[in-house]
């Protein structure tokens, strides 16, 4: 370049050199304006996005590194609605959270996730979310397949100093019940706490525990369900579940009537699988639509209250809308089951500048499953915890049977007022059932169609409660209590703390009525006692 170039060609010549590397042109201008701006831009453009490239390169990699160093933290697998109400719910309560994900997910704010891109089912992905010192993993993708994948991979973690609790989300509600059944059923402690949760059945435990049942003082309380949907169906079980904890003995069932084109079969599907469905409930079915079973003149009195279950979200909404019949329950009595619609409720109830529809004095109520199933305490309560609590619920009814007091036994209480060790026990008796279960070769199956339940024999029920009382025994032995004739907890003495051919009556008697109440107690879970055949 000659003597006579001026400062801008040598300054450009260089941008060449430094960002594009191609050797400056002969021509040495002069330039118009627009082309001198240009010459200068294009270079500058390419700088720019090399510096932003490197930007979010250090970024990206500034967080795998705090999200591996992280400790006692919680991680969301998935991008999806579920992941992101969740993620949302957690970092609300303080947790931290680190998202793993496909794709960057938009976040902002002091609280934003963490995140690692990859995909979760590889082991070095899980390493650099941190997952050995996690606290929990919640794997909520939109396959279940993939969700299942990645508890099997979390399984297989470096163990951290802390256990890992781990939640797979299962779109199918037989698959839930089934993998939950052959989890329920290992004979050897897992490596991790495992549960498979479904969004419908969480969300209907939600709404039935926000807004539970209230008993008219002359008549049997009267629902309406539309739909026989998972949601449906999860309704109507949370339903019997909670009357038949309200109703006092004698008392009435719930009237509970179910509209869907396949109404009969679901209920005697749902019968089958709940035994106590039907005890506690007189489920009427109409195997027809909506409108045509309010035409008719044998419909259903007035409800009290309604449950709209279509999948189909606009349906769901246009079905709410038009059966002007089912507006007669009072305010929030015709509940709506919606997803991305959810957020219409401020169109009917919320503040004067944002309501745009007549509200019908406040009837209609629109229910998104997903936030509402995304409650993290809601999916803390697995399967393992929800048995632990019908079993000390069962051994409450036993003892009270008896006369029995909290006199007699500090266990003598409900489960919110029991001890963390004794609620801890009980935890133990329910992680135990596989290996009960294997000894009288059996196994657990999910209640989804008739077949061969094993009834237990008296020498099962003695042999299952002879190894229940050993496995307590064991328990207590590495804890440091001893025998004595009488309990004192304080002094960590019971008389109980002997082999099981030694025990009185009295507490084998204790043992056996855990054990006689297994069956029914698994089937209010949706499981039953299957034997194998011999030799497999």
Avoid at 413 to 428: C, I, M, Y
Wanted: glycine share 6%.
């Amino acid at each position: 370049m000659g003597d006579s170039a001026q400062f801008t060609d040598v300054l450009y010549a260089s941008l060449q050199l430094f960002v594009l590397e191609l050797p400056a042109s002969g021509d040495t201008g002069p330039y118009p304006v627009p082309l001198e701006i240009a010459r200068f831009a294009a270079p500058g453009v390419t700088f720019y996005a090399l510096v932003e490239a490197l930007r979010l390169l250090f970024a990206a990699e500034a967080q795998r590194l705090r999200a591996r160093r992280a400790r006692g933290h919680v991680v969301i697998c998935g991008d999806g609605p579920m992941a992101t109400s969740l993620s949302r719910q957690l970092r609300a309560t303080g947790h931290r959270v680190v998202q793993i994900a496909e794709s960057r997910v938009e976040s902002s704010g002091r609280r934003a996730p963490l995140q690692v891109l990859g995909d979760a089912r590889n082991p070095d992905v899980l390493r650099a979310a941190g997952v050995a010192h996690a606290s929990a993993l919640y794997a909520c993708t939109e396959d279940s397949a993939t969700n299942t994948a990645i508890a099997l991979a979390a399984g297989r973690r470096d163990r951290g100093e802390r256990p890992l609790a781990v939640y797979a989300q299962v779109q199918d509600p037989e698959l839930c019940l089934a993998l939950q059944a052959r989890h329920l059923g290992t004979s050897e402690p897992p490596a991790i706490r495992l549960d498979f949760f479904n969004i419908d059945d969480l969300a209907a435990r939600h709404l039935l525990a926000k807004e539970p049942i209230i008993p008219p003082l002359d008549r049997p309380p009267r629902f309406l369900v539309v739909g026989a949907t998972t949601f449906g169906r999860a309704i109507m079980v949370e339903i019997a579940r909670q009357w038949r904890v309200l109703a006092p003995a004698g008392m009435w069932r719930v009237e509970v009537a179910v509209v869907d084109d396949a109404a009969t079969s679901v209920i005697d599907e749902l019968t089958f699988r709940y035994p106590f469905l039907s005890k506690a409930c007189e489920l009427t079915p109409y195997d027809e639509n909506l409108l045509a079973m309010l035409a008719e003149k044998t419909a259903p009195e007035a409800p009290d209250r309604v449950f709209i279950c279509y999948e189909d979200e606009q349906l769901a909404l246009k079905t709410a809308l038009i059966a002007d019949r089912l507006w007669q329950g009072g305010r929030g009595s015709v509940i709506v089951r919606q997803d991305q619609l959810a957020t219409l409720q401020t169109a009917f109830d919320g503040a004067r500048d944002e309501r745009i529809f007549d509200e019908v004095s406040g009837t209609l109520r629109l229910f998104g499953v997903v936030d509402a199933a995304c409650a993290p305490g809601l999916i803390r309560d697995d399967l393992g915890e929800r048995l632990a609590r019908v079993i000390h619920e069962s051994y409450l009814v036993a003892r009270q049977r008896r006369g029995e007091g909290p006199d007699e036994a500090p266990s003598i209480v409900s489960w919110g007022r029991l001890p963390d060790r004794l609620k801890q026990e009980n935890r133990a008796q329910a992680a135990d059932i596989g290996r009960k279960l294997r000894a009288i070769g059996c196994v657990l199956a999910p209640r989804v169609a008739a077949g061969g339940e094993h009834t237990l024999t008296s020498p099962e029920l003695t042999l299952l409660a002879s190894m229940e009382h050993e496995r307590w025994l064991a328990a207590r032995l590495r804890d440091g209590w001893q025998f004595a004739e009488e309990r004192d907890d304080a002094r960590m003495l019971h008389p109980a703390i002997r082999g099981w051919a030694d025990l009185p009556d009295n507490i084998r008697a204790v043992n056996a009525d855990a054990i006689r109440e297994l069956p029914s107690m698994l089937a209010d879970s949706g499981f039953r006692i299957v034997r194998m055949r011999k030799g497999s």
